[in-house]
């Protein structure tokens, strides 16, 4: 989505009045291919009042569903882990829903490792969830090693051969 159709969405989200027309645009502007204006986005909904505070979580979700946004969202966050966390932390189910829905598309040695290591630099807090996450993240880098090669081969194999 090129920026003038995303400004076009941040306006109709800004203009309508509307609840569920509201979800559903801010949804429509996490689905953006360009770091730029996802990024641009994650700032806004933390750091104004243009996003409602009870939207903020899904929009870093959404960011973190994207392709084009995983990355942006799982580094966001644990930027903003602090913030985040005395703002949500006393909602267990949305501290929980953040953790899970920034960590689960991660599958790497790599994104495993900056896990743990965020986790103890974070003192723990949201033990259960992180524990979860750890467990979720550490099955998808396995299957990975297990199963992308074999993927990936049966992906390049000719239909006829």
């Not at 306006?11 to 027309?21: N, Q, Y």
């Not at 602090?82 to 790497?108: C, H, P, Q």
């Not at 630099?121 to 979720?136: K, W």
């Amino acid at each position: 989505m090129d920026e003038d159709v995303w400004e076009f969405i941040w306006m109709k989200f800004h203009s309508t009045t509307a609840i569920s027309e509201k979800k559903v645009l801010l949804e429509a502007l996490t689905c953006s291919d360009n770091g730029f204006l996802l990024n641009r986005l994650l700032n806004l909904s933390l750091s104004s009042d243009l996003v409602p505070d009870q939207d903020v979580i899904d929009v870093i979700i959404h960011v973190g569903r994207n392709p084009h946004g995983r990355h942006l969202a799982w580094r966001y966050f644990r930027e903003k882990w602090d913030i985040l966390n005395s703002r949500y932390g006393e909602a267990l189910f949305m501290n929980s829903k953040l953790i899970s829905g920034v960590t689960e598309f991660l599958n790497t040695e790599t994104e495993l490792n900056e896990l743990k290591e965020f986790i103890q630099i974070s003192g723990g807090g949201a033990g259960p969830a992180l524990a979860r996450a750890v467990e979720i993240v550490e099955a998808n880098v396995r299957w990975h090693s297990l199963y992308e090669r074999q993927i990936f081969q049966w992906l390049r194999k000719s239909p006829n051969g």
